[in-house]
């Protein structure tokens, strides 16, 4: 790789374009592709985070226009900062700034009220960019989304609802444990709430845990309806029937972003490490062994119409990964994490625009039958599957944990 010319273009198209945001989004990083027109030797390892980065931004060269202020572009975004935290590459960070400034107002306001979980994973960003800017909107929108907390429709044990309408009433999704913990954290950490925000983390990941879990090897289920109501639910248990993959990876992710954080001495930390290394060894052992993936059913890999998905198997990989690094299991699951990682980055490839693309991607999926599951839209570049290897890529080069700002 040329890194004098590269780096000489990015730092003249910086200085050309330092007035507008919108022309440092993506033009300022993508000449990294376009020096470029034949791959690197063999001899020098492809950065393929940067190559995500820069095929998305090429195609969404936009911050303004990246789309609502949701939980998929939050979770790509805070990759893309881990890709900044890691290459200083200021372009990347003008871009998230962007994105969160069009749905954060001056006064810290959001466009859209904060009514579910999803509605909280994006302000993941906010700490960060209240540390890396002096934009001083940041701080009051982050207030706003941990004083939600307060008030917060829950379980009658004490369990964020997934969402503050009729149809979500009195349920937990596994999901929505990666939707608002890693927030609650970093806020606490960053603003001197740790005490509250870690509390809360682990009452979630308990609660969570005692009506998902399974005795399939540490593998959690999908949902839970207090009520029962809900036409999955089953009716003794009311929880749903399926162990859908992303779900488990939103669980296990937050797991051990929480354990990174959580002082050594918190007497909920034994606990989630219990939980961890029995989900590890669940995962372990449900690994498709020629692929290294996992299934969309992680469970029933024989099962007729089951596929392997790239979103979760990042996560997977993620966890595992993590889970070694910091001594929660043992150093035997180090394979599975490789053959993971192998899985995944058989995923990529490059297309004949010269473009990046990781492929077969659940959509969002709200909580469903089986025939639900395996029917689901497998997509290229969905920003579920690039933000989930972007986490994955960033901690299994660099072991630095994703709840650090700084490297």
């Known amino acids: 790789m040329q890194h004098k010319t590269i780096g000489e273009q990015r730092r003249q198209l910086l200085k050309w ?21 034949t791959p690197p030797p063999a001899s020098e390892p492809i950065d393929w985070s940067l190559r995500l980065i820069d095929s998305t931004l090429k195609r969404k060269p936009d911050p303004t226009k990246f789309g609502v ?30 994105y969160v400034d069009t749905h954060v107002f001056e006064s810290g306001e959001l466009d859209i009220p904060i009514e579910a979980l999803d509605n909280v994973l994006a302000a993941n960003l906010l700490m960060p960019l209240y540390e890396e800017t002096d934009n001083p909107r940041y701080k009051p929108a982050a207030d ?23 149809e979500r009433a009195s349920q937990l999704w596994l999901d929505g444990n990666y939707m608002a913990i890693p927030f609650l954290l970093r806020y606490g950490r960053t603003f001197g709430d740790s005490k509250y925000c870690n ?28 009520s029962g109501k809900a036409s999955w639910a089953d009716p003794v248990t009311h929880h749903s029937a399926h162990f859908w993959c992303r779900a488990i990876g939103w669980y296990g992710m937050t797991l051990v972003d929480t354990l990174d954080v959580l002082p050594h001495d918190h007497e909920g930390r034994a606990e989630l490490i219990t939980i961890l290394q029995e989900l590890i060894a669940g995962l372990a052992l449900y690994q498709d062994r020629p692929t290294g993936l996992w299934y969309q059913i992680v469970d029933q890999p024989e099962l007729e119409g089951n596929w392997t998905e790239t979103s979760s198997s990042s996560m997977f ?9 910091r001594g929660y299991v043992a150093r035997s699951y180090r394979a599975a994490a490789q053959h993971g990682y192998k899985g995944v980055m058989s995923r990529l490839s490059v297309g004949e625009d010269g473009l990046t693309n990781l492929t077969e991607i659940c959509t969002g999926t709200n909580v469903g039958d089986l025939a639900w599951y395996l029917a689901r839209p497998r997509m290229a570049n969905d920003l579920h599957g690039l933000g989930a290897f972007l986490l994955m890529n960033e901690e299994w080069n660099t072991s630095v944990s994703s709840m650090k700002f700084h490297a």
């Open 199 to 226: 509390e809360e983390a682990v009452r979630q990941l308990l609660v969570y845990h005692e009506h998902l879990t399974s005795d399939r090897h540490g593998l959690l289920y999908h949902a839970f309806d207090e």
């Open 69 to 98: 202020w949701g939980y998929p572009q939050g979770l790509y975004l805070f990759g893309q900062y881990l890709v900044y935290r890691r290459t200083g590459e200021q372009a990347l960070l003008n871009y998230i700034s962007a």
């Open 17 to 37: 374009t330092a007035a507008g945001v919108v022309a440092t989004g993506a033009n300022a990083i993508l000449p990294r592709l376009s020096a470029q027109t």
């Open 317 to 325: 990989t993620y966890i595992i990964d993590v889970a070694i690094k």
């Open 144 to 166: 706003k989304f941990r004083h939600r907390f307060d008030t917060y429709p829950r379980t009658t044990d004490g369990g964020f609802w997934h969402g503050n309408r009729t």
